[in-house]
């Protein structure tokens, strides 16, 4: 039992396109900062989701939750093929905010017979993990590179088409 809610939560950012997207650009994003604060930004998006899932859990709703995590997936695209090194309380305010609105999301989706904090450790590791892959291709691509701006209208793109999804159910 501990184990499956464990692997449920781990695998919950995997199976989302919208958490997929946000995580990997949010890690990209961590290193297009200036001053590189690739360690900082990364564990502010973790605390915020954290932060969110507590919220959650404590009957507190944001509205349009839905629409409100395809708005963030727009947002980190649109930063990223935007092009440019933001400043480092910028991206930490912004991805703050970004992970409070996925942190929520992921605690209404805590499965009745789950352990609550088996589960969130999972969606720790699993997002820690997109993260971190995210780090490494914004190591990669360069701030204004063509691959940084292709991948930044992709998930902008995709979270559009998510969005119109979202307000059409």
């Given at each position: 039992m501990w184990g499956r809610g464990l692997l449920e939560g781990f695998l919950l950012p995997w199976t989302g396109i919208s958490a997929l997207l946000a995580t990997i650009a949010g890690g990209i994003l961590a290193v297009h900062?200036?001053?590189r604060s690739v360690i900082a930004i990364p564990i502010v998006f973790l605390c915020s989701m954290m932060v969110g899932a507590g919220l959650s859990g404590c009957g507190i709703q944001f509205p349009y939750m839905h629409s409100m995590v395809a708005a963030t997936v727009i947002i980190l695209?649109?930063?990223?093929?935007?092009?440019?090194?933001?400043?480092?309380?910028?991206?930490a305010i912004g991805l703050?905010?970004?992970?409070?609105?996925?942190g929520h999301a992921d605690g209404l989706a805590i499965p009745p017979k789950s352990s609550p904090l088996v589960f969130l450790v999972g969606i720790l590791l699993g997002?820690?993990?997109?993260?971190?892959i995210g780090v490494w291709l914004g190591l990669w691509m360069e701030?204004?590179?063509?691959?940084?701006r292709v991948f930044g209208v992709l998930v902008s793109v995709t979270g559009a088409m998510v969005l119109?999804?979202?307000l059409m159910t």
């Open positions: 900062v200036e001053g695209g649109i930063a990223l093929a935007y092009g440019r090194n933001y400043p480092v309380m910028v991206a703050a905010l970004i992970g409070l609105v996925h997002s820690g993990l997109l993260l971190a701030a204004g590179s063509t691959p940084s119109m999804w979202a």
